[in-house]
Every structure is written in structure tokens, then in C-alpha cells.
Nanobody, 124 residues
Framework: QLTLVESGGGWVQTWGSLRLSCVAS????????VGWFRQAPGKEREFVASISGDGRFTEYADTAKARFTISRENAKNTIYLQMFNLKEEDTAIYFC?????????????????WGQGTQVTVSS
């Protein structure tokens, strides 16, 4: 059974940086696209970034472009989300999830395995 565990969240000052990790266990995910989503208090979950199984293709939400970078190390079964210039509106629980294909996508309904999330809090 595939399990995803996120880590790396925490409190960071405005304009600071964080790197989130998503470690998969139970099976290799090198053939699966992985996405990062987030949910802020009182808001719906939203797409942040996605990466194809081979790592060649990425997709970003407009709010993440130029500030966030998604990457993966398939040898470690790990996917990262590097976040720079964080703003208070980036405060949310961040989740990683896998699709059933290798194609990166922003459609949340194509993701079937979800982690428990890691809290990111940005404040001055």
C-alpha cells in the first residue's frame, strides 16, 4: 500500500524560504506524477504544483510560479517543494498526492493517494 508522508513545514517569516518533502513508501512512485496542494483555513484545497513521473514536466499554479519549485529524486522516492519569498497568504496545510499515471496535472480528481499534510505558517 502506497503511503505518503510530508515534512518540512513550520513557521517562517514573510519573504523566507522552506523546502517541503514528500516521501513515498510501499511502492516506487517513479512512474507516477506527484502534486502538491494546499488548504488554508476556511478555504478549499487548491493546486500548487505537479511533476511528471520522470521529472521532465512540471505545472504550477499562478500563485506558485516564479516562487516555488517542484522536483523529485526517484532514487529516494521523494518529491520536494522548494518555496521562496513566502507571503502570509501562503499559510496553509500542504499535501502531496499521486496520480495513477505519469502525466503532471492540476486536476485534483486525478489524484488518489494523499498524505496527511504539513502545516506552513508565514508571518512577520
Amino acid at each position: 500500500q502506497l503511503t505518503l508522508v510530508e515534512s518540512g513545514g513550520g513557521w517562517v517569516q514573510t519573504w523566507g524560504s522552506l523546502r517541503l518533502s514528500c516521501v513515498a513508501s510501499g511502492r516506487t512512485v517513479s512512474d507516477l506524477a506527484v502534486g502538491w496542494f494546499r488548504q488554508a483555513p476556511g478555504k478549499e484545497r487548491e493546486f500548487v504544483a505537479s511533476i511528471s513521473g520522470d521529472g521532465r514536466f512540471t505545472e504550477y499554479a499562478d500563485t506558485a510560479k516564479a516562487r516555488f519549485t517542484i522536483s523529485r529524486e526517484n532514487a529516494k522516492n521523494t518529491i520536494y517543494l522548494q518555496m521562496f519569498n513566502l507571503k502570509e497568504e501562503d499559510t496553509a496545510i500542504y499535501f502531496c498526492a499521486t496520480t495513477t499515471t505519469g502525466a503532471a496535472t492540476h486536476y485534483s480528481h486525478r489524484y488518489f493517494n494523499w498524505g496527511q499534510g504539513t502545516q506552513v505558517t508565514v508571518s512577520s
